[in-house]
């Protein structure tokens, strides 16, 4: 069902990023398309509650037994962690941040699930100290998708000009992923996610935020851009579905790029398999934001989704806070 929701483009993206990644969560690290196209002919490709059966026999990784239908991936976790301390603080403060990070993941926190490798070892450094000796690069040596999940709360409530917002994109994703690839990938999909809000088309945005992919992500984005149809399992196949920005990425500009709604973005994403959580973050924000920007109500989130995400509450009182 598509309704005026009235959310803005800003809020738009944050719950689009939160939303996709929860649609996602069923049938995350499935890395076989086949299998998923079978299961959406008898069961839908979004919400679904992560079963292992539906892994049997599949080239894939089952971790999320102790999720429902609804919830988050771990990614989502994060997104929503950073939009809640900005509610809450204001401004983004690190210490704070990485207090709130190791109290949520770390023993006896709230968060219950699989621990990828850069919020494990972000952990194993956060742990053993004081609030007041955290350093302030704590993130691992990774490249992963993780790099991605604070960018749309970080972007959407930033006021300021691109400049300021990258260096703080930076600043915010060596936290967690102290990994240049990693940090370069997270401030072209900030430029994107922040070209969109101003009111450039998805298109221009894609293209204008290349000079920041360097040159290990540029040619693989460009190509990305120029695909001419939406064909998501052929650009997974082609840049890889796995967990690093250089496979996530040029995957997320291809479907962006094409897709004429959320709800066909989030779709396509599942569709390709592999880590579409880690993908959905941005991929979700870029495409919720344009069509509020658009002021799109057939393309934008649909209210049906919205009541699927189990932190809805919670993640709307931190929009209205912010």
Known sequence: MHVNTGLTPRVSAIMGALIAD??????????DPDRIAQIEKT?????????????????GFFAHGSKAAGDASGYGEICLLAL????????????AFQSE???????GGAYRG???APTRL??????PLTPEDF????????????????????????????DALLEKIERVVRLTNHNDTAVVAAKYAASVLYSVLDGNPINE???RSLPLAGEKLASSLSEAINTETLNSVAAAARFGSACHVSEGLPVIVHIVNHAESFQQAVEANIRAGGDSCGRAIMLGAISAAQAAMQNDVDGTIPLSWLAKYNNLSTAADACVSL
């Open 84 to 95: 809640k301390h900005l509610a809450v603080h204001g401004e983004f403060n690190r210490i």
């Open 135 to 162: 350093p302030e690069v704590s993130g691992a040596d990774d490249d992963q998708l993780a790099a991605f999940a604070t960018v749309p709360a970080i972007t959407a409530a930033h006021g300021g000009p691109l």
């Open 205 to 207: 945005a894609l293209a």
């Open 22 to 31: 929860s649609a996602a969560l069923g049938l995350h690290w499935l890395y």
């Open 114 to 116: 699989y621990i990828d």
């Open 122 to 127: 972000t952990l194993l450094k956060l742990i």
């Open 43 to 59: 069961k839908g490709l979004v919400f679904l509650q992560p079963e292992p059966a539906n892994y049997v026999d599949a080239k």
């Open 101 to 107: 990070f190791r109290n949520h993941f770390g023993p």
